[in-house]
């Protein structure tokens, strides 16, 4: 007879997630792991399988997570604006960066699976930017005469970058004249 589960699988995940995305992958150790979720060790292998298939379904939590906040942003009406008020709000990020960028150069070349996962999320992230873009030139808040497709790739190549900056706990004003860059390749 299974035993039932006595714990909230998605607080667990999340746990999982924020030390994955502190320490990286590599650096998250199976005894760090069981401290934070408070799991047995039988109870993370019996639901989540091993460190790999429980940072898989992590770094998909996150995800999700990640993408309805961008999306939340861009549902502003004008797009322009919340393109600007998301860049600006990556300024607040507390220093661990975004577990995407910070996977993407601990794990993606080495890793075929997860290589999948991160450009699958490059795609998602790259789909939501050209969704509001399309969007912003219809209703004029975008006024770019830039292709809506490549300036989508811009914005997520770029989003890229500043995570990889706001990690490395650069300068804010290096950030800030970067998005204004940015920003002017929307009007």
């Known amino acids: 007879m ?3 589960r006595n714990f909230d699988e998605i607080d667990v995940l999340r746990k999982a997630m924020t030390l994955f995305w502190t320490k990286g992958y590599e650096a998250a150790s ?3 792991l069981l401290h934070v979720t408070g799991l047995s ?3 993370l292998y019996e639901t989540f399988g091993n460190k790999h298939d429980l940072f898989v379904r992590a770094f998909d939590l996150y995800r999700e997570e990640r993408l309805s906040v961008l999306n939340n942003y861009l549902s502003n009406e004008n797009v322009y604006q919340g393109i600007e008020l998301f860049l600006m709000a990556l300024l ?3 220093s661990k960066g975004c577990m995407t960028s910070n996977e993407a ?3 993606a070349p080495h890793d075929k699976e997860f290589q999948k996962m991160i450009e699958k999320d490059f795609e998602d992230v790259e789909h939501a930017f050209l969704n509001a873009i399309e969007i912003g030139k219809i209703n004029g808040s975008i006024q770019s005469k830039i292709d809506s497709l490549k300036l989508a790739r811009f914005l997520t190549v770029s989003l890229q970058g ?4 706001v990690r ?5 004003n290096r950030i800030i004249d970067f998005i204004s860059i940015i920003l002017g390749n929307l009007r």
């Not at 500043?162 to 900056?165: L, R, Y």
């Not at 490395?168 to 804010?172: D, R, S, V």
Request: charged fraction near 15%; aromatic fraction near 0%.
């Open 2 to 4: 299974v035993r039932p």
């Open 30 to 32: 199976l005894n760090e």
């Open 41 to 43: 060790k039988s109870s």
């Open 92 to 94: 607040n990020v507390v």
């Open 105 to 107: 150069i601990e794990l």
């Open 162 to 165: 500043i995570n990889v900056m």
């Open 168 to 172: 490395a706990q650069t300068n804010q």
